[in-house]
């Protein structure tokens, strides 16, 4: 069997680096992509200070 010439061997190990930082990339942007919805939805919850203040608030209306 021959051995692949130096410039195939280039091509091989360029084609594999290509590959290893594309899948970084998308792990990358994923893990960026779930951490910006992470942040959505906690934005989108009440937080405890304006949770407690509309009990306050509840409380001194009183019953309804």
Request: proline residues 8%; hydrophobic residues 40%; charged residues 20%.
């Amino acid at each position: 069997m021959n051995p692949r010439p130096p410039a195939v061997e280039e091509l091989a190990a360029s084609i594999s680096n290509l590959a290893r930082r594309a899948a970084a990339e998308d792990s990358f942007m994923n893990g960026c992509s779930r951490v910006a919805s992470l942040r959505f939805h906690y934005a989108a919850m009440p937080s405890k200070s304006s949770s407690r203040a509309a009990i306050e608030t509840a409380r001194e209306s009183g019953p309804v």
